[in-house]
């Protein structure tokens, strides 16, 4: 099992910055695909990014692809999210997932097993 905890939310102007990150427990943090997911209010919990066990590879939702840049540590156990050129409908709590992969060369938008508690990011016009 792998215990994840999120921070580095956060209010932000039209136009600004954030990083958010996730820091994970556990020996095993390398054999995990991570991701990142958003529930803005009143809407369904929607897919944001996902990074590879190695960080080989990523994969985002078209909505912030340009904008958004997942990126993990190994070593600290941690995956990171840069999101840059925010706007207000990036409005949302934001959450770190896992899971161990079968198929390592796919990364899923769906069907994690461990989730963090979110953080939350507010981003005013």
């Known amino acids: 099992q792998v215990q994840l905890v999120e921070s580095g939310g956060g209010l932000v102007q039209d136009g600004g910055s954030l990083r958010l990150s996730c820091a994970a427990s556990?020996?095993?943090?390398?054999?995990?695909?991570m991701g990142w997911f958003r529930r803005a209010p009143g809407k369904e919990r929607e897919f944001v990014a996902a990074?590879?066990?190695?960080?080989?590879?990523?994969h985002y939702a078209d909505s912030v692809k340009a904008r958004f840049t997942v990126s993990r540590d190994n070593a600290k156990r941690s995956v990171y999210l840069q999101m840059n050129s925010l706007k207000p409908e990036d409005t949302a709590v934001y959450y770190c997932a896992a899971y161990l992969p079968t198929r390592p060369a796919v990364l899923r938008t769906y069907g994690y097993d461990y989730w963090g508690q979110g953080t939350q990011v507010t981003v005013s016009s």
């Open positions: 556990g020996r095993t943090f390398d054999r995990y695909v």
């Open positions: 990074i590879s066990r190695s960080a080989a590879s990523s």
